[in-house]
Nanobody, 123 residues
Framework: GQQLVESGGGSVQAGGSLRLTCATS???????MAWFRQIPGKEREAVAS???????RYADSVKGRFTISKDSATSTLYLQMRNLRPEDTAMYYC??????????????????WGQGTQVSVSS
């Protein structure tokens, strides 16, 4: 079956950097993938996505600070996060959808999800 496992979260001070990794199994190379984040009591929000043509999309709040990338050979997804802010604190999730996908920002567009990795940024 399909499996996504996130890693790389942690606690950093504002201005610091983290790199998240989403290792996958059973995910086709031609898949849309995305990073989402969620704070308790709030809806899950998209951070960045990549489609099968490797087009990238970012939430306005992270543009210029976060970079999404994907190793298509292994379907491993990365999120390089720089200049982190306290408001970036959240549980970060990796998501994937195969074939007929548009790399949109709605959680319902993705079938496969990881368990999440916590990112905490202190001021």
């Amino acid at each position: 079956g399909q499996q996504l496992v996130e890693s790389g979260g942690g606690s950093v001070q504002a201005g610091g950097s983290l790199r998240l990794t989403c290792a996958t199994s059973g995910i086709a190379s031609r898949s849309c993938m995305a990073w989402f984040r969620q704070i308790p009591g709030k809806e899950r929000e998209a951070v960045a996505s990549t489609d099968v043509a490797r087009a990238l999309r970012y939430a306005d709040s992270v543009k210029g600070r976060f970079t999404i990338s994907k190793d298509s050979a292994t379907s491993t997804l990365y999120l390089q996060m720089r200049n982190l802010r306290p408001e970036d604190t959240a549980m970060y999730y990796c998501a994937a959808e195969a074939y007929f996908c548009s790399a949109g920002f709605a959680p319902r567009e993705y079938t496969y999800w990881g368990q999440g990795t916590q990112v905490s940024v202190s001021s």
